[in-house]
């Protein structure tokens, strides 16, 4: 099956790209060819694994260009054979909608998000003929707020690579001699948030509770895993509160699986969400994690049992549950080993790969009966 991926945003490094940089390689590994039309730079971890890698000007001033646009992507869908278009992010799923009305090729489009800003929520029932929702209560969300009836979302959760995160991978000597490389010292304990420095990634948050929890654990440290717009606020805060010592700003960092295991908790205090992707890299890391109670969150996490939840914006609540956690090796211990257990059974790429694949097969079958039939 040829496969063309269209992803409109530019490229970083956030949930959606490693949603669809871990989609397209299950994809490749099980025979497809997969195409990506990008914006402005290709993927450079899909470099040598995409067939080709179509670079576009999603996001250009002029109006008029959008059809220019489109007519490129067309000419990309008729020159490669390609079978079925996968959309992601609203811009793309307006293009294929356009390009499917051009080539008759079927489309979907995948929901990483609320769409809070989105305009016309009910307009997108008509012009998207099938979405994936990454989580069962964006499906809710768009069959509710949007209109779409249910035959036409489809929930695949995320999944992320259970040989890549897997906590048998990594030695305590090697995590030993990779804690001396970031200058932590072993008695350390660690608080990890590894996520874009967005307001809504509630970096903020933990900033806050900080100074409760070191009265109970004065040997912790807060690693800031990525970058963004946001990092400059966060830093003139914790040198407001004298907490510059107890915080590291990692920057954008590609060793995720080893910075999850030399953690004591990885937390995710956002303010919005459709499933992270980084709560399952940790579940699988068998670390506990403690995540705000939106989204798709607690569809991964039974409080207690295999994680724990807060609400939006408690600091209290976030400082209370890492400081009883850090306090408690037993309860360490036994949340992350429910956490890794939930993961492998739930949140598998190999799963969402296959699924994905499914859908593809229906509807290109569907398409090819609608013709038929006309």
């Given at each position: 099956?040829?496969?063309?991926?269209v992803?409109?945003?530019?490229?970083?490094?956030?949930?959606?790209?490693?949603?669809?940089?871990?989609?397209?390689k299950?994809?490749?590994?099980?025979?497809?060819?997969?195409?990506?039309?990008?914006?402005?730079?290709?993927?450079?971890?899909?470099?040598?694994?995409?067939?080709?890698?179509?670079?576009?000007?999603?996001?250009?001033?002029n109006?008029?260009?959008?059809?220019?646009?489109?007519?490129?992507?067309?000419?990309?869908?008729?020159?490669?054979?390609?079978?079925?278009?996968?959309?992601?992010?609203?811009?793309?799923?307006?293009?294929?909608?356009?390009?499917?009305?051009?080539?008759?090729?079927?489309?979907?489009?995948?929901?990483?998000?609320?769409w809070n800003?989105?305009?016309?929520?009910?307009?997108?029932?008509?012009?998207?003929?099938?979405?994936?929702?990454?989580?069962?209560?964006?499906?809710d969300?768009?069959?509710?707020?949007?209109?779409?009836?249910p035959?036409k979302?489809?929930?695949?959760?995320?999944?992320?690579?259970?040989?890549?995160?897997n906590?048998?991978?990594?030695?305590?000597?090697?995590?030993?001699n990779?804690?001396?490389?970031?200058?932590?010292?072993?008695?350390?304990?660690?608080?990890?948030?590894?996520?874009?420095?967005?307001?809504?990634?509630?970096?903020?948050?933990?900033?806050?509770?900080?100074?409760?929890?070191?009265?109970?654990v004065?040997?912790?440290?807060?690693?800031?895993?990525?970058?963004?717009?946001?990092?400059?606020?966060?830093?003139?805060?914790?040198?407001?509160?004298?907490?510059?010592?107890?915080?590291?700003?990692?920057?954008?960092?590609?060793?995720?699986?080893?910075?999850?295991?030399?953690?004591?908790?990885?937390?995710?205090?956002?303010?919005?969400?459709?499933?992270?992707?980084?709560?399952?890299?940790?579940?699988?890391?068998?670390?506990?994690?403690?995540?705000?109670?939106?989204?798709?969150?607690?569809?991964?996490?039974?409080?207690?049992?295999?994680?724990?939840?807060?609400?939006?914006?408690?600091?209290?609540?976030?400082?209370?549950?890492?400081?009883?956690v850090?306090?408690?090796?037993?309860?360490r211990?036994?949340?992350?080993?429910?956490?890794?257990?939930?993961?492998?059974?739930?949140?598998?790429?190999?799963?969402?790969?296959?699924?994905?694949?499914?859908?593809?097969?229906?509807?290109?079958?569907?398409?090819?009966?609608?013709?038929?039939?006309?």
């Amino acid at each position: 099956m040829n496969i063309l991926i269209v992803f409109s945003q530019p490229w970083a490094v956030g949930g959606a790209e490693t949603h669809v940089t871990d989609l397209v390689k299950g994809m490749v590994k099980n025979g497809h060819t997969v195409y990506m039309a990008v914006h402005n730079n290709p993927s450079p971890q899909l470099q040598g694994i995409a067939k080709q890698q179509f670079v576009c000007n999603f996001r250009s001033a002029n109006p008029l260009a959008y059809f220019t646009l489109a007519r490129q992507i067309a000419g990309i869908v008729k020159q490669n054979g390609i079978d079925i278009i996968h959309a992601h992010q609203r811009t793309s799923g307006y293009l294929a909608a356009y390009v499917k009305y051009v080539t008759k090729v079927p489309f979907v489009v995948t929901i990483h998000d609320p769409w809070n800003r989105a305009y016309g929520k009910k307009l997108h029932a008509k012009i998207y003929d099938h979405i994936i929702t990454v989580s069962d209560f964006l499906r809710d969300r768009f069959i509710t707020e949007f209109g779409f009836s249910p035959q036409k979302v489809h929930t695949i959760h995320n999944g992320a690579d259970q040989e890549r995160y897997n906590p048998a991978n990594y030695s305590p000597l090697g995590l030993a001699n990779f804690r001396k490389k970031l200058k932590i010292s072993p008695e350390t304990k660690i608080i990890s948030l590894i996520a874009r420095l967005y307001k809504s990634k509630g970096q903020q948050y933990l900033i806050e509770a900080a100074p409760a929890i070191l009265e109970h654990v004065p040997q912790a440290r807060f690693l800031l895993v990525g970058d963004g717009p946001h990092e400059p606020l966060l830093r003139q805060r914790i040198h407001a509160l004298g907490l510059a010592d107890h915080f590291i700003f990692s920057g954008y960092r590609q060793d995720i699986p080893e910075l999850i295991a030399i953690s004591d908790i990885v937390v995710r205090p956002s303010e919005m969400e459709g499933l992270p992707i980084n709560v399952i890299e940790a579940m699988l890391m068998a670390k506990p994690v403690i995540a705000s109670r939106i989204a798709g969150v607690p569809e991964m996490i039974e409080h207690e049992v295999n994680g724990l939840m807060i609400s939006v914006g408690d600091v209290d609540a976030l400082a209370k549950h890492i400081v009883s956690v850090l306090t408690d090796d037993g309860k360490r211990r036994a949340i992350g080993e429910a956490a890794r257990s939930t993961a492998l059974a739930k949140f598998s790429m190999e799963s969402c790969v296959a699924k994905t694949v499914a859908l593809y097969y229906n509807l290109i079958s569907h398409a090819k009966q609608s013709a038929w039939l006309k």
